[in-house]
């Protein structure tokens, strides 16, 4: 089986990933799944972004065995694989990782991100959640954090396909999308309606949120404006 084309897009969506400035050192991580066959391309773990070439981006299955590679891969490898293994028959085929600072600062504080204007619901169909504190389990004499279980948890009750994120307290975002590309803008749009988040409650602490029919776009989509006032 040949796995280029994963192979070259997740090269491509790690290697753009300094230039979009939601990362330091090598804080952050770009996978692609191939729906069909199962198997993910991961960027390998602490390998600078320069150093990337398609070839060693690591592969492997949603048992976590890996397939291709020589490399150790990403640490945040099993989040990758629960997120797929929760959610790939929803469409999600790529998740990024980041330490994004203004993200990270709302994943720190055990907030929710919330929405507060027209940017934020082009992107996130409500506030961005943040996951409980997450438990540390031993693991063949490791330790896992349980980062996936905490994600999937927390959107038990939500759609990843209307909020494409998720801010996991005490670490930092995850993003994911339909492609490699719209997992990143996935994870820019994330940081930059936190860092407007952030200055917006610094100007105003009593925000909570943006009025219902500006952040309900989705809702006119779906039923149209007059239906909106007819609900309420
Ligand atoms: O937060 C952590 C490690 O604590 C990771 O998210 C690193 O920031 C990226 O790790 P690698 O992808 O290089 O393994």
């Known amino acids: 089986m040949n796995y280029q084309a994963i192979r070259e897009a997740c090269y491509e969506a790690n290697r753009k990933l300094p230039a979009t400035g939601l990362v330091d050192l090598t804080f952050g991580n770009v996978s692609v799944l191939d729906p069909d066959s199962g198997i993910f391309a991961i960027k390998p773990s602490g390998v600078d972004y320069d150093a990337l070439t398609p070839e060693n981006m690591v592969l492997l299955d949603l048992d976590g065995r890996i397939v291709e590679g020589e490399l150790r891969p990403s640490s945040d490898t099993p989040t990758h694989r629960r997120l797929y293994c929760a959610w790939a ?3 999600v085929v790529s998740v990024v990782h980041t330490h994004s600072r203004n993200a990270v600062a709302f994943a720190q504080s055990g907030r929710d991100l919330p929405c507060l204007g027209t940017t934020h619901c082009d992107y996130f169909n409500g506030p961005v959640p943040v996951t409980r504190i997450m ?5 063949d004499g490791d330790y896992e954090w349980e980062t996936g279980n905490v994600i999937v948890e927390r ?3 939500l759609d990843p396909t209307e909020i494409p994120a998720i801010l996991v307290q005490h670490h930092g975002p995850f993003a994911w999308g339909t492609s490699a590309n719209k997992s990143v803008e996935n994870a820019r749009a994330l940081e930059i309606v936190a860092d407007m988040a952030l200055k917006s409650l610094a100007l105003n602490p009593d925000l909570t949120g943006a009025p219902d029919h500006l952040r ?3 809702f006119f989509r779906k039923h149209g404006a ?3 006032y007819g609900q309420r």
């Open 89 to 91: 028959d929803q469409g």
């Open 135 to 139: 438990s540390v389990n031993e693991v």
């Open 155 to 157: 959107f038990a009750d």
């Open 216 to 218: 309900n776009k989705h």
């Open 226 to 228: 007059s239906a909106y």
